[in-house]
């Protein structure tokens, strides 16, 4: 995060949103706590003056395109900005690509870049506010904020709550985000997956490691299911598609003894990879309201940046 801190009760006072690790229980409950008020309600224009320019390295349905209607729920004007027909193919840096786009006005990058950190050093040498829309393996806050107020939503709370995360937890941001989330706000959590997509050292997090499904889903409240991103594998890390949903693939038979367990996803999802269709489509699944809440906690996210930044 940027080293601005937060301080008195249900106030942002941060500059920049890059991630859930450090944010202290009351930070992310500020977010979803307005998140909640947004929810349903009337377009406004609280940001009817400013500009979001969007970033993205990688390809996105969901982030970008909540994040697009988030602004313009709020009034901001967003700019089309391609990265991939930019001068970023030309060799110009982020930072330089930032810094001239700021001095056209943008107060707001949304940003999704494949590589891990890459947001830190950079927050501090441009005025405008920066979100992480996902950075390589690291971290994707928004995504984690949304699985939360998914969760608090359905559960009434996050305290206490037992949480299996299942898949490709190596390369996993989301994995990261909510794992520093779930466990400021009190959740219990397991990270469940073969012993090479789980990395070494995790239980330093504060995380339980399991390499069975359906023992790390005894008296789970929620399990979050994440696909194999097979894109960013250097080598072969599971043996086939087939054996991995053979043991790790979240199918109705092996959810059916658990009957309260939520289903989340952040998709983009590969059926009967990591997830069976039935399961996805099914009653315990939640994954359409996250994406639907994805969109009042972004809106969140923007407005208590801008109140930080002195212009609410
Ligand atoms: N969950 C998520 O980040 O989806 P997109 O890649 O489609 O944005």
Same mark, same amino acid.
């Given at each position: 995060?940027? %080293? ?10 941060? %500059? ?22 947004? %929810? ?12 979001? @320019?969007?970033?993205? $390295? ?22 089309? &900005?391609?990265?991939?027909? $930019?001068?970023?193919? %030309? ?17 707001? &990058?949304? #940003?999704?870049?494949?590589? $891990? ?6 927050? =501090? ?80 997090? =504060?995380?339980? #490691? ?61 059926? =009967? ?6 399961? @996805? ?12 809440? =994805? #969109? ?6 923007? $407005? ?9």
């Amino acid at each position: 995060m940027a %080293k601005e801190t937060s301080s008195a009760q249900g106030v942002w006072a941060r %500059k920049d949103l890059l991630g859930l690790e450090g944010l202290s229980a009351q930070e992310i409950e500020t977010i979803l706590d307005a998140a909640a008020s947004f %929810k349903g309600a009337p377009v406004s224009d609280a940001l009817a003056s400013r500009t979001v @320019a969007f970033l993205f $390295s990688e390809p996105s349905t969901r982030t970008r395109s909540s994040f697009e209607m988030a602004a313009h729920r709020l009034g901001a004007h967003v700019l089309g &900005f391609s990265a991939a027909s $930019s001068s970023l193919l %030309k060799g110009e840096s982020l930072l330089d690509t930032m810094k001239n786009l700021e001095a056209m006005g943008v107060d707001y &990058f949304v #940003v999704r870049h494949e590589t $891990s950190g890459v947001l830190e050093p950079i927050a =501090g040498l441009v005025r405008a506010s920066i979100v992480n829309a996902g950075d390589g393996a690291h971290e994707h806050p928004t995504q984690a904020l949304l699985d939360l107020f998914t969760l608090r939503e359905r559960k009434g709370r996050i305290k206490g709550l037992r949480v299996v995360i299942v898949g490709d937890i190596l390369h996993s941001r989301v994995a990261r985000s909510n794992i520093h989330g779930l466990r400021a706000l009190g959740a219990r959590v397991t990270v469940c997956g073969p012993a090479t997509l789980i990395p070494r050292q995790i239980e330093r997090m =504060g995380v339980r #490691v399991s390499h069975d499904l359906s023992a790390a889903l005894e008296d789970a409240d929620a399990v979050n299911v994440l696909r194999l991103q097979l894109e960013r594998q250097k080598q072969n890390l599971v043996t086939s598609v087939s054996d991995y949903f053979q043991s790790f693939g979240l199918t109705a038979e092996r959810l059916k003894p658990f009957p309260d367990c939520l289903v989340l996803h952040p998709g983009p999802i590969n059926r =009967g990879v990591e997830i069976a269709s039935d399961v @996805a489509d099914g009653p315990q699944s939640v994954i359409l309201d996250q994406v639907a809440n =994805g #969109v009042a906690v972004r809106m969140a996210v923007l $407005s208590l940046l801008d109140q930080a930044r002195g212009r609410g």
